[in-house]
């Protein structure tokens, strides 16, 4: 059911914007497209196709070197109090720490998502207004595809699946996106500390 999606990226690709940047596009129909800016799409990021893109037609490959894409038409349109879940899929291909996407306020952290969480194998982390904690998996990231689904009601607690298969609720806080109509940017590859871009990830996604 498609009634409520709110963006949809392929990442099978780019496209160059009037102003002469390469973005990625949402395939929603909401146009929530990637900025149109130096930053849209960033650093190394490169798309891939066919059995590299693993099971999807095509995934967006991260360098682990402030490679990125900036999705800032997202940010800006979460509302106060909205409920949100959030599907993709991730090969990863470093053991290190690292954040698939970002959402943020100022640099403040409002939803982020790491895996391999302070470098402890197979461990994921969720922010979403607040530190809900850590979750072990026991399931591998690293050279291997996994599709994650991230279920984040406002003041519930946050839901995990992988592969379709529901592992668990985070264990320390409920979410809390009653600050969300200020967020000002997101990021797919890592995530901010201030202005500072760091939790590169290294990968696919």
């Known amino acids: 059911d498609a009634s ?16 002469g940047y390469y973005r990625v596009l949402d395939y929603s129909g909401n146009n929530r497209n990637g900025n149109a800016d130096t930053y849209g799409v960033s650093g190394g990021t490169t798309f891939v196709t066919g059995t590299t893109a693993g099971p999807v037609p095509g995934a967006a490959q991260f360098d682990g070197n402030e490679s990125r894409i900036n999705l800032t038409t997202v940010a800006t349109d979460l509302t106060n109090g909205m409920d949100l879940s959030i599907a993709f899929w991730i090969k990863k291909t470093s053991t290190t720490q690292g954040a698939v996407f970002g959402i943020h306020d100022g640099g403040a952290n409002d939803v982020c998502f790491f895996v391999d969480h302070s470098n402890v194998a197979n461990q994921v982390k969720l922010i979403c207004g607040n530190d809900l904690g850590v979750i ?70």
Request: proline share 1%.
């Open 136 to 205: 072990n998996t026991g399931v591998e990231f690293t050279n291997t595809w996994r599709h994650i689904g991230l279920v984040m009601d406002n003041g519930q607690v946050g839901k995990l699946y992988i592969d379709g298969v529901f592992i668990g609720n985070f264990p320390t806080s409920t979410c809390n996106s009653g600050d969300f109509a200020n967020s000002d940017e997101m990021v797919l590859g890592g995530e901010l500390d201030g202005a500072t871009f760091t939790d590169d990830w290294t990968g696919y996604i």
């Open 4 to 19: 409520n999606l709110f963006a949809h990226y392929s990442l099978h690709g780019k496209v160059l914007s009037d102003t």
